[in-house]
């Protein structure tokens, strides 16, 4: 059964790999544009009258504001959402799965769902309750696998983690997250989602 340092361990690399979706997402906020009334003051007298106001991203370079980091819990939840993915193949019902996944990633990252801008995204739960639904999901899946012959049982495993990352992959670009970015951070979240049942990846 997945323990406690496992699981944190893998929320903790999908926050990795989900974090350049997250940025996508939900892009740093930058500092409002010059007010058009002061576009005739100089530059040098408005950062001499305003040092760090409303003038100050005139010094920065484009795209140098930090995006926030995304936390253990939000990897968790991206975990918890993902790992759906292999319960739903497991029952049959991952086209269900996939159809959701347009809302249930965004909010998972706090983010509005454009397909359904009605839906205020949930509250970041605590680690503690993230991590906790990780490891009752892991449990859980690993007491279907087990049912699975031991000939055969990680090698369906891992073509199905396989079909839930391309999914998962898919859903992303739906998103409009550019191809490459949605193939990396499918691939680290399906890392992050084998370590849980003591796969890794090669390569």
Known sequence: M???????????????????????LAPARRPPAPRPQDEDVPIVIRQYLDPGGIYAHEREAPGSAAPEPTSTAMGGIVLVTFLDGLRADLTGVIAEWYADLLVRIPHALSVPATMAPELEPPGEPSEWAALSELKKLGEE???????????DRMNQLSWRLSLVEDSFS???????????????????????????????RIG
Do not use: K, N, W, Y
Not at 2 to 22: L, S
């Open 2 to 24: 997945p323990t406690d340092h496992a699981c944190h361990a893998a929320a903790q690399e999908a926050a990795r790999g989900i974090t350049p979706v997250r940025v996508v």
């Open 170 to 200: 898919g859903a992303l670009r739906r998103l409009d997250v550019p191809v490459e970015v949605s193939v990396d951070s499918a691939a680290e979240v399906a890392s992050a989602a084998g370590s849980l049942f003591g796969m890794q």
């Open 141 to 151: 899946l690993l007491t279907v696998i087990a049912r699975v012959p031991p000939s």
